[in-house]
DNA sequence: TACAATGACACA
DNA sequence: TACGTGTGTCATTGTA
């Protein structure tokens, strides 16, 4: 059962259509969307056709209409540009049927700035409403863009997988939206006790006092007291008359480097990170009502993974995840799908002596009795470089272990880099498409710099980002797709408050937290199947019932 | 004064 | 243990 739904200047238009896409029914219009849609859901359970999920569903919460299925009109047009070759061509449901009809396409909006909740300026940067279809009714263009569509997917190379990747990014869609709205349970006394406890008590006019007596020391250790440690050129510089040369002042560098204010500056900097990133501001900007709220962008990383614009939610640091709590009778059920990344290699690459080692709840020590003599770091080391491109360092020796080992796993990644290398474009297990190559990419020109290696290096960095598409991008299906199972299993049992590329977290009464668990294990199960059938590997998702997000791990 | 590029570091 | 991919955010610095 499929029901459209299209906006218009006055209300809306809903239109059941049949199995094939097509109207069977009189199209109604209603004025107030949600109770129309409250009523379908409960008769029938449609898939809703829409032109935007993130347009039409927030204002569908706020009424305190949830919605099981739909199909977003923009992100699916988004996948079928990028399967195309033609990634980056607007995507709105007046550029696709500008498309259809040969009108002039126009452009998408631009991305609205981050807006923080109960802002007070949030009029003003609202974004304007979507724009009414051109050329008869917006119902009737959003049906054909729709039969379009699913005309383009049933023409991809595998449509039953594509399918899926349209149907999970949809959904993903929906939880996005639903988790933007519930947010993570934040405490924000637990937080200002860390923050003093890290930092030392804030100051109304410079940094807390634990960073100031830092600068001070890092100052006095330069022999230069008005030096600002958060000026990596005044620190190289400080460093060059300290007889220390070093190309930048990066932590991994530092450490390396035999100085007395080395040991001061790598505290200042991780201090300082938590005050600027993650301190008092931020708290005050994003956490209301014991909730940090962030604004989710499915599909707003190339490989597929989710952005977020706003609050940096899926950049928390470890520490500030003690501010992480459940409400009191409730716990967080914190689930992550260890080693996903090799795991997915095994599957898609179909590697029978790598799925094999990836059927262990252990798959590095599984690699690493099977032809590594017993060293699991080394058969990590080796796995992780395949996959990531690595060109040098020690890792090289375990690398041909593994090429002579899994030949069948180590082609699937060298030839999507040569694929990359030579211009050309791969796709992940469901169809997602790599973006092209940028214009100057194949340039034969030397860089401004005159550096004649130029074009190799660029290449060699086109390989690798094409090498690891093809497995990030899968792992963030197999991500989305589990999200997509797992809603609906968790319906009267927790909501889900957080989603990390391979975690998950949902909040739920006590009592019900086992039943949680039993839920998350049945849809990781249930993704393993609808992704890779019968594959042997396993994608164990280590699942742990805790009051603080900060124990779980 | 405003904007863009850069460097740094947090996360997966 | 070393520099592999993808991000977002902040401050500094340089340019218009």
């Known amino acids: 059962m499929l029901v459209a739904v299209a906006g218009q200047e006055q209300g809306f238009q809903l239109c059941p259509l049949d199995d094939l896409g097509r109207p069977s029914g009189a199209p109604m219009h209603v004025t107030d969307l949600a109770p129309a849609v409250a009523e379908w859901e409960r008769r029938a359970q449609p898939r809703w056709v829409w032109a935007s ?68 300026q949030g009029e003003l940067f ?8 051109g050329g008869g009714t ?15 997917i049933d023409a991809v190379e595998q449509p039953r997988r594509f399918r899926l990747l349209v149907a999970a990014e949809s959904a993903g869609a929906l939880v996005a939206a639903e988790m933007g709205r519930t947010g993570l349970p934040w405490r924000a006394d637990i937080h200002r006790a860390l923050l003093v406890e890290l930092l030392g008590e804030p100051s109304p006019v410079g940094p807390p006092r634990r960073l100031a007596e830092l600068s001070a020391a890092i100052g006095e250790a330069f022999g230069d007291p008005r030096l600002h440690p958060d000026s990596p050129a005044e620190v190289l510089r400080a460093l060059r008359r300290a007889g220390v ?20 500056l790598l505290k200042y900097k991780e201090l300082y990170r938590i005050w600027t990133a993650h301190g008092w501001a931020w708290l005050d900007t994003w956490v209301h009502d014991g909730r940090f709220r962030a604004e989710y962008v499915p599909g707003g990383v ?13 950049q928390i640091p470890k520490v500030v995840r003690r501010a992480v709590v459940a409400d009191p009778g409730w716990r967080l059920v914190v689930a ?43 058969a990590k080391v080796a796995l992780l470089g395949a996959m990531y491109g690595q060109t040098g360092g020690d890792a090289l020796p375990a690398l041909a272990t593994l090429r002579r080992n899994y030949p069948v796993a180590f082609d699937y990644v060298e030839s999507a880099a040569r694929t990359g290398e030579a211009g050309g474009l791969v796709r992940s297990w469901l169809g997602r498409t790599c973006p092209p190559a940028s214009a100057t990419w194949a340039d034969p020109e030397p860089d401004a710099g005159g550096d004649r290696s130029a074009p190799v290096a660029r290449a060699r960095a086109r390989g690798r980002f094409t090498r690891n598409f093809v497995i990030q991008a899968t792992a963030a299906e197999w991500a989305l797709t589990l999200l997509a199972t797992l809603r609906p299993l968790l319906a009267g049992l927790g909501e889900l408050v957080f989603f990390q590329h391979d975690e ?50």
């Open 53 to 120: 999920t993130a347009e039409v569903y927030p204002a569908l919460l706020a009424a305190g209409v949830p919605v099981g299925r739909c199909h977003d009109i923009e992100l699916t047009e988004a996948l079928l540009l990028g399967y195309a070759g033609r990634w980056g061509e607007p995507r709105s449901l007046a550029a696709a049927w500008a498309r259809l009809t040969g009108a002039p396409v126009p452009p998408d909006p631009p991305p609205r700035p981050p807006v923080p909740p109960g802002g007070g």
């Open 126 to 133: 609202a974004p304007a409403p979507p724009p009414t279809a």
């Open 138 to 152: 917006g119902l009737e263009t959003l049906v054909k863009v729709y039969a379009d569509q699913r005309a383009r």
């Open 245 to 264: 040369d070093v190309p930048s002042t990066r932590s991994w560098v530092l450490r390396q480097v035999d100085h007395p204010a080395v040991p001061l």
């Open 302 to 314: 190339v490989s597929g993974r989710w952005a977020t614009r706003g609050g940096g939610a899926l």
């Open 336 to 378: 992550d799908a260890g080693q996903l990344e090799p795991r997915v290699l095994a599957a898609v690459s179909g590697d029978r002596r790598l799925a094999a080692a990836a059927a262990a709840g252990d798959l590095y020590a599984a690699l690493a009795a099977d032809a590594f003599a017993g060293d699991r770091a080394k």
């Open 504 to 553: 998950v977290l949902v909040h739920c009464p006590a009592e019900r937290a086992d039943a949680v668990v039993a839920a998350v294990r049945e849809a990781g199960e249930r993704t393993r199947r609808l992704l890779f059938g019968d594959t042997e590997v396993r994608f164990p998702l280590e699942t742990r019932i805790v009051e603080c997000y900060a124990d779980a791990k």
